[in-house]
């Protein structure tokens, strides 16, 4: 018999409860390498074998970016950057990518899971239109140099050197001329009347091609020397909201900044374009049939979005140049548009153009529209709509019986995708001043002026009333 009161036999030294927990631990463990597996960072390359504008996106709406590349949204929401043969780490999990370039191009699109190592995604957008191959060149006349965070980039960029981010994006949405607001003199001394580094046969990047009117203070003798110099003069900001009336159109707050103040220089020769024509179309119907001639641009204050959402092409005569650009828009030979291409032509001859006929003379009239969201087409002259009809080509016969103009004027979803510079139909010599045209900015001019009445100078209410002696003068 033993004293020993241990056991025989060793009793186990962890409890099954132990066991247990170990056995759940590992399960665990084993189950969270296998997410992480999963989950893990992969890379794609993505290559169109050209620059595009490229969004990358997972099913939660994140969107994934190439190193070093500040996220940007476009006014849709999609996130987006600019290049080509890019690499960017992205999680193991459904993704859809689509590469887009500007409004020539449709946009192409795929998903897929990334699979270990990098996989090479492919894609090219198709072409819709070439428009430089008929002599069209378009452009965004209103880029911030030094703030591209307004289209959605959180990037700030030296005053003193050219923006990257705007030499990718211009490349990559295929935009012909780009107008860099310069943000401060010392920009415009540096750069005023040079070709920015990325600029090449097709595409022109300037500082202050374009320069927009900054309210009544400005001075005119500075536009005039602006003009002098070569630089085309306009509005940037499109007005808010229907303007069927003078008093629609004129509203509240403050016209320093916009083109309110248009109906003033029009009249005196003072701005070369109207960068409403889209979205205040009937306005700028109004200030051409009032007998002033400016070109219609596209315009927006909105700057979220890839530069050049809407453009403002113009048919260059030989090479392109700032120059030549910008000799194009001064010449009235213009269509703006959201994407559509949009001619229109009379007897061949496009907008911007001037025909002097004589009483009962007879035109043919053409419209022609490419591109998308387009649903129907009208030919419009000073006295209404000359004839309309769906996407593709309209054509008609005009009797021109007094001065009159005629543009044409794609429509789609209720809005204006596209409006073309008029071809003015002159007779004998007279042009159009429509009476019911000319009083409305009589009447848009006497609003304005009770608006701005206590904020500007003398001076400046003196130029108003030479403006509003300009129209009177038509009416007679």
């Given at each position: 018999m033993r004293d020993d009161p241990t056991p025989l036999t060793e009793a186990p030294t962890t409890p099954a409860s132990s066991t247990k927990a170990r056995t759940a631990r590992r399960t665990t463990q084993r189950a969270a390498q296998q997410i992480a597996q999963q989950t893990a960072q992969r890379t794609i390359r993505l290559r169109a074998g050209f620059p595009c504008r490229w969004s990358v996106w997972s099913a939660d709406g994140k969107g994934w970016f190439p190193r070093d590349t500040p996220p940007a949204r476009d006014l849709d929401g999609l996130p987006y950057f600019h290049g080509d043969d890019l690499v960017l780490d992205v999680p193991r999990e459904p993704l859809?990518?689509?590469?887009?370039?500007?409004?020539?191009?449709?946009?192409?699109?795929?998903?897929?899971?990334?699979?270990?190592?990098?996989?090479?995604?492919?894609?090219?957008?198709?072409?819709?239109?070439?428009?430089?191959?008929?002599g069209w060149y378009g452009a965004d006349l209103?880029?911030?140099?030094?703030?591209?965070?307004?289209?959605?980039?959180?990037?700030?960029?030296?005053l003193n050197r050219p923006s990257q981010w705007v030499a990718d994006s211009q490349h990559g949405e295929d935009l012909h001329v780009v107008n860099l607001l310069p943000g401060d003199q010392d920009a415009v001394e540096r750069w005023s009347g040079r070709d920015l580094p990325w600029s090449d046969e097709t595409h022109v990047a300037r500082v202050d091609l374009?320069?927009?009117?900054?309210?009544?203070?400005?001075?005119?003798?500075?536009?005039?020397?602006?003009?002098?110099?070569?630089?085309?003069?306009?509005?940037?900001?499109?007005?808010?909201?229907p303007v069927e009336t003078p008093e629609q159109l004129v509203g509240d707050g403050d016209p320093?900044?916009?083109?309110?103040?248009?109906?003033?220089?029009?009249?005196?020769?003072?701005?070369?374009?109207?960068?409403?024509?889209?979205?205040?179309d009937r306005a700028y119907r109004r200030l051409i049939g009032a007998g002033n001639r400016v070109a219609a641009v596209a315009g927006t204050g909105h700057r979220l979005g890839p530069i050049g959402r809407e453009r403002t092409y113009a048919h260059v005569t030989g090479p392109l140049t700032a120059e030549s650009y910008a000799d194009a828009v001064r010449c009235g030979r213009t269509f703006a548009t959201t994407g559509p291409f949009l001619e229109l032509s009379i007897e061949g001859h496009g907008p911007g153009a001037t025909l002097d006929?004589?009483?009962?003379?007879?035109?043919?009239?053409?419209?022609?529209?490419?591109?998308?969201?387009?649903?129907?087409?009208?030919?419009l002259t000073a006295d209404g709509e000359l004839a309309a009809g769906p996407t593709g080509e309209v054509a008609a016969e005009l009797t021109v019986i007094w001065p009159t103009y005629v543009v044409a004027v794609a429509e789609g979803g209720g809005q204006v995708r596209a409006h073309t510079s008029p071809v003015y139909l002159d007779v004998e010599g007279r042009r159009v001043a429509r009476e019911e045209d000319v009083t409305f900015c009589l009447r848009w001019l006497e609003l304005l002026e009770e608006l701005i009445r206590n904020r500007v100078s003398a001076g400046y209410l003196a130029v108003v009333e030479e403006a509003r002696r300009v129209y009177q003068s038509r009416l007679a």
């Open positions: 859809t990518v689509r590469a887009a370039r500007g409004m020539e191009y449709d946009w192409a699109e795929t998903t897929l899971v990334p699979g270990d190592g990098e996989t090479l995604v492919e894609l090219a957008p198709r072409r819709i239109y070439d428009a430089a191959a008929r209103h880029v911030p140099l030094n703030q591209p965070c307004w289209y959605g980039a959180d990037l700030d960029v030296p374009a320069h927009h009117a900054l309210g009544p203070e400005e001075g005119y003798d500075n536009v005039r020397k602006l003009r002098e110099r070569g630089a085309l003069i306009g509005y940037a900001n499109a007005f808010r909201g320093g900044y916009d083109a309110r103040l248009s109906v003033v220089d029009a009249a005196l020769g003072l701005v070369d374009s109207f960068c409403s024509a889209i979205g205040s006929l004589a009483p009962g003379s007879k035109v043919r009239v053409v419209g022609r529209v490419i591109g998308p969201l387009v649903e129907n087409v009208r030919l």
